[in-house]
């Protein structure tokens, strides 16, 4: 590949700061690096998602295979451990790794998700999901007990007049302490971004998780994705009944307690509008509609899982 050229709306992300823009300088002569090295051939148009290009390839003994380079971030450093860990067992199959260069070499899937199927369904595979990929966490993962306490001192210096209800901030801010001091926090490897868009259709199994961002952490963590994604279709019906719905069945297929997968709702839903306000607050022009928009998102959920 002699010519790469990077997505336009993945080199938008320049816009980013200098380390965006400084990465995707060098992202095509890596991509090019990567596929002499380990002996690939490219095979079809690139992906990219918020951080990560991906370039479909085929390998020496001309498997179809996926060669995904990542920016830099804390996220990713150990997706490959998580994906070794499962040895393709409900995820896709690792084949390399250069955890320096953040690149990986990932068995191809198609590019239908769960977006393609029913609610019900969907719910019900991710659930099945959580079972396979629930397993004792490894050493190399950052434990979850350690970012809830740094959240949790965030959420608890938002002033009162922050954009959404102070009530539900306070309960994040009682839950993540709890959280912190409860053993059951950390131990099992969790993907923490489970949801219809990061499990696609396969040769080798129906359906494969990918894209973790693993922690060592609990299993009732995993729910809250499942929740805000897929938003547009639970509006039209009946919101609360819809978002009930889905953790009933992710809960009970997944074999997980309906009070603790609640609490941790609660919490993430108040973490990412805590994460909208900070964003906010370092760029210029502060909130914008979609801002706004995600915390009518995060109250919502609070409110259905609450109510």
């Given at each position: 590949m002699t010519g790469l050229v990077v997505p336009p709306a993945f080199a938008a992300r320049a816009a980013l700061g200098p380390a965006w823009a400084d990465w995707l300088d060098a992202l095509p002569r890596l991509v090019r690096d990567l596929l002499g090295e380990w002996d690939l051939k490219p095979d079809g148009d690139l992906r990219h998602g918020e951080t990560a290009l991906a370039v479909p390839v085929r390998t020496s003994t001309d498997r179809a295979a996926i060669l995904k380079v990542t920016w830099p971030h804390w996220e990713a450093e150990t997706e490959?451990?998580?994906l070794q860990r499962w040895h393709g067992g409900g995820a896709v199959e690792l084949?390399?790794?250069d955890p320096r260069?953040?690149?990986?070499?990932l068995e191809r899937a198609h590019h239908a998700d769960l977006t393609t199927v029913p609610d019900d369904a969907a719910s019900e595979i991710v659930g099945r999901l959580y079972?396979?990929?629930h397993v004792p966490a490894t050493p190399q993962l950052r434990t979850l007990t350690s970012q809830v306490a740094e959240w949790t001192d965030r959420l608890a210096a938002l002033p009162r007049?922050?954009?959404?209800?102070?009530?539900?901030?306070?309960?994040a801010v009682s839950l993540g302490r709890a959280f912190t001091a409860d053993p059951a926090t950390d131990?099992?490897?969790?993907?923490?971004?489970?949801?219809?868009l990061n499990v696609l259709a396969a040769e080798r199994e129906p359906w494969l998780a990918i894209d973790p961002k693993p922690l060592s952490g609990d299993p009732h963590y995993e729910v809250a994705p499942m929740l805000w994604n897929r938003w547009d279709e639970a509006v039209a019906s009946d919101l609360r009944g819809r978002l009930r719905r889905r953790m009933d069945v992710l809960t009970e297929t997944g074999e997980l307690d309906h009070e603790r997968t609640r609490d941790w709702v609660v919490f993430r839903m108040m973490c990412n509008a805590l994460w909208a306000i900070e964003d906010a607050a370092a760029r210029p022009g502060g909130l914008t509609a979609e801002d706004h928009r995600w915390f009518d998102v995060?109250?919502?959920?609070?409110?259905?899982v609450l109510d």
């Amino acid at each position: 590949m002699t010519g790469l050229v990077v997505p336009p709306a993945f080199a938008a992300r320049a816009a980013l700061g200098p380390a965006w823009a400084d990465w995707l300088d060098a992202l095509p002569r890596l991509v090019r690096d990567l596929l002499g090295e380990w002996d690939l051939k490219p095979d079809g148009d690139l992906r990219h998602g918020e951080t990560a290009l991906a370039v479909p390839v085929r390998t020496s003994t001309d498997r179809a295979a996926i060669l995904k380079v990542t920016w830099p971030h804390w996220e990713a450093e150990t997706e490959h451990v998580a994906l070794q860990r499962w040895h393709g067992g409900g995820a896709v199959e690792l084949l390399r790794a250069d955890p320096r260069r953040l690149a990986l070499l990932l068995e191809r899937a198609h590019h239908a998700d769960l977006t393609t199927v029913p609610d019900d369904a969907a719910s019900e595979i991710v659930g099945r999901l959580y079972r396979r990929l629930h397993v004792p966490a490894t050493p190399q993962l950052r434990t979850l007990t350690s970012q809830v306490a740094e959240w949790t001192d965030r959420l608890a210096a938002l002033p009162r007049d922050a954009p959404v209800p102070h009530r539900f901030v306070q309960q994040a801010v009682s839950l993540g302490r709890a959280f912190t001091a409860d053993p059951a926090t950390d131990g099992t490897l969790v993907h923490t971004d489970l949801h219809h868009l990061n499990v696609l259709a396969a040769e080798r199994e129906p359906w494969l998780a990918i894209d973790p961002k693993p922690l060592s952490g609990d299993p009732h963590y995993e729910v809250a994705p499942m929740l805000w994604n897929r938003w547009d279709e639970a509006v039209a019906s009946d919101l609360r009944g819809r978002l009930r719905r889905r953790m009933d069945v992710l809960t009970e297929t997944g074999e997980l307690d309906h009070e603790r997968t609640r609490d941790w709702v609660v919490f993430r839903m108040m973490c990412n509008a805590l994460w909208a306000i900070e964003d906010a607050a370092a760029r210029p022009g502060g909130l914008t509609a979609e801002d706004h928009r995600w915390f009518d998102v995060s109250v919502a959920v609070v409110k259905a899982v609450l109510d």
